[in-house]
């Protein structure tokens, strides 16, 4: 005899849970499936837009030009304004005038283009310069993101009384301390410092040094900006230590230029401001001095070229087969056609535009008519589509009623379908027009990543577009190169987002009517 | 007076009277037809309204005004050219025709800009004569256009009566403008199908270009610099990313779309549909910039990670900055509302009976899911799953931006990989000329890429319409 097994209730009871839970499992399934999804979505927003936070403000260098001797010259060039700048530069220290790495570092502050900005006011306005102007000036990139990430993470520590100061070699000094004893809690402090060591700037009177070692009581410094206080007994003077976050090595900005940068900032010469730049400049090989100008307005009549070119071709296309054509074999063909053209990948679009505008047509490259008709044809399928149907959701009877008074066949379509399905149509054409503003690949291949430093004045004339901006910005090499392609993203993202809404609200305005 | 001739803006010149010369024979028409309607009853027997008469020959003006200027537009420079040349001094046309399109694109230049003479006697007489052929061919073309037009509306002035059916002219004009319209997607089609034809096949009679086996089945690609082109690795990249991709997007996309047709309430789907269409709505450029920024630097993270393990190999995965995984992972999410919307179609699209069939015979609700509507919607979802993936192959950015560029071979996805766009777009960005095997191959690849989406996309579009009428 078998064992008696479990009774039919349990089984089926034990059935039963396992069924449930399968189906919990696969609900959760897809719960999971949508988190996966949307939390994408948000991670990818959330990560672009905190990258690009930094772009919108930027560090500027603030400077007094007191040179009336440059309003006399007619051709200032960059040259000119530059030495002006170093000029005022030195006069603000004007203990490193005789000190050459001292200037190379100073002048490291910006590059020689920040001045650009005032050689075009300058040359807008000869009497400029007759009195003092204040003037502002990009810091350079490198120095920018250090002020924007590491510098809020200077730790400022007390050290103590300074006692005696002399100087040991050129450019090093020793400081004894006032107090009793020694330097050596200061000592601990550096002794815990965590590893790596990290490098330390001493404030003493106004003048900076960067910390060598601690020995005998006494601590060595190295100067590094800043009037030197008279060497002897400084009976007492308050020491501060600044901890760097990170070795002088490892970074772009040196240590002297910290301290230049710290100075600055004390006398109110380096200031923080909306970046303003990233929308008036064209594009540079500067990051500091980049901006989306040019791109824009490339866009913008790329964009023209597109609607021009395929709102009506793509209107009149649906016209034509929702209510001209027969049911023949060349309307089938154009029907499918036109949903496998929609589905062709973008980058084809590319080389047909590649091919036929720029090999057999000899249209210039990198110019937005032909990016304009390349992204034309790209939509078209897509126009089409959503035109016709917007086409059919017109009752027939407003065609009928049409046709019944006497209208011919193209009064009926134009002046009674066609303004029904308008909302429709125009929405398609929007989304549609969205897409194409989005588009990269296509235009990459006919030429339109080349180096627009001049806004485009006519949809003939050499341009660029903000997603290939994008893809540029991103190739850069520098580090600020980052955060100023997320800020074009979010540019290009509040763009589409607008686009999108003035569809959505002309679909949910015109659908009541219907 | 011929040569300032040539320089004067040609577009306004014609297009300005064209337009004037429309208006005068639409108001001519109108008035024309109107005088000959007098009378009380009269206007009801005219055949058509008199704006129609009017539209008639304005059209009848300027059609064929017009299509004499466009044959201008096309000719006019090859016969100035052509003449050009033929009047050229023969040691320089024994030159080659390079040297002398070169010659007489600057003398076009020069004509066109009325530049001061260089002091070059040849030079600046066949400048000279270049502006006056340019002249002439204007004139002619000017003076073709206004008899062309001036004919049209003698001829259709002739026609015009009470009895002409004027409308129905119009009607044909207009059906055969839409026409037009709706062929320009064929003359798409058949432009991208005629240039890829083409430059494949110069590209395999290049000199320097492979045999077709040779790129078809060649394992070596170095189109840069040297000249192998064995495509192989392009295709095993382009592969290998969309199946990552598909392994994100096929389960992540068809659970949503049950879990929004089956479970969830019509308040909770009016909020996410649209949030999962925001997905595809965002620019391809900004998910490489995402997958190569946050993804990639994780993914390498991970790979060493998994190094550093103790029982495995220091060297097992590649771990390199940019990876086929990164890019994978990134297109997967791009493309989880292709088929969550699309699925969720197919899903809506099973009819209602087969539903409650299921429930009624006690079935729990994903036991329905799995055993009645998937099976009924997987022709469809097979078919989202084909465009998907012609998607995937087709994608360029996020492959350009963070999958790498190295021609490889390997399973390990976090090596970096490269694909069939990257190379187009490697091969055609910068100066193209278009003489090369570096640069014709790209469209030898192109042609490869749009056969085969083309055919993804015809079996999945069959499958949809097949399916659509199996339950309409």
Known sequence: MTEPGPSPEAFAERRLKRRHAAERRFKLYGQLAIGIAIGFLAILLFSIASKSVSAFSRHMLVLTIDQPDLSTRSDLAVTDLNLAVRDELVEAFPEIANDRTARIDLFGLTTRLAVLPLTKSAAEDPDLFQAPIEARFAVSDDLDLYLKNEFRTHRTVEVGRAGRLSDTRSGTFRVTDAGPDGFETFQRFVDDQSEPRTDILISLEGAWFELGAISGAALELEHLAGTLPPLGELGGA??????????????????????????????????KRFNQTLFTNSDSTYPELAGTAAALIGSLFTMLITALFAIPVGIFAAVYLEEFAKKSIITNIIEVNINNLAAVPSIIFGLLGAAVFLNTLGLPRSVPLVGGLVLGLLVLPTIIIASRAALQSVPPSVRDAALGLGASHSQAVFHHVLPLAAPGILTGAIIAMARALGETAPLLLIGMVAFISEVPRAPNDEATVLPVLIYKWFSGAERAWEPMTAAVIIILLTILVAMNLVAVLLRRRFERRL | MLQTFGYLPIGWLVIAPLAAAGFFAFYFGRQQIAALAVGPTLSARLNSQPNFHGYFLALATV????????????????????????????????????????????????????????GNLLFDASVERYSILNGTARLLGMLGALFAGAGGFWIGRRQLSRSFPARSYIELCIKAALFICAAIAILTTAGIVLSLVFETIRFFSLPDGPSVTEFLFGTDWNAQTGANFGAVPLFFGTLMIALLAMLVAVPVGLFSAIYLSEYSSPRFRAWVKPILELLAGIPTVVYGFFAATLIAPLVRNFAQWVNALPFTPDTLLAAQPTSALAAGLVMGVMIIPFISSLSDDVINAVPQPLRDGALAMGATKSEMIKQVILPAALPGIIAAILLAVSRAIGETMIVVMAAGGRALITLDPTSDITTVTYQIVALLTGDTAFDSARTVSAFALGFVLFGVTLLFNIIALRVVQRYREAYD
């Open chain 2, 63 to 118: 059609l064929p005004a017009s299509f004499v200027f466009l044959l201008y537009l096309f000719f006019a420079d090859g016969y100035v050219r052509n003449s050009l040349i033929s009047e050229l001094p023969n040691y320089l046309t024994a030159r080659g025709p390079e040297q002398v399109d070169f010659f007489v694109n600057r003398v076009a230049d020069y004509a066109r800009n009325a530049q001061a003479a260089t």
């Open chain 1, 238 to 271: 308050q020491i501060d230590a600044v901890v760097l976050p990170s070795v002088g090595e490892n970074r772009k900005v040196s240590n002297r230029q910290i301290a230049y940068t710290m100075l600055l900032k004390q006398r109110g010469m380096i200031e």
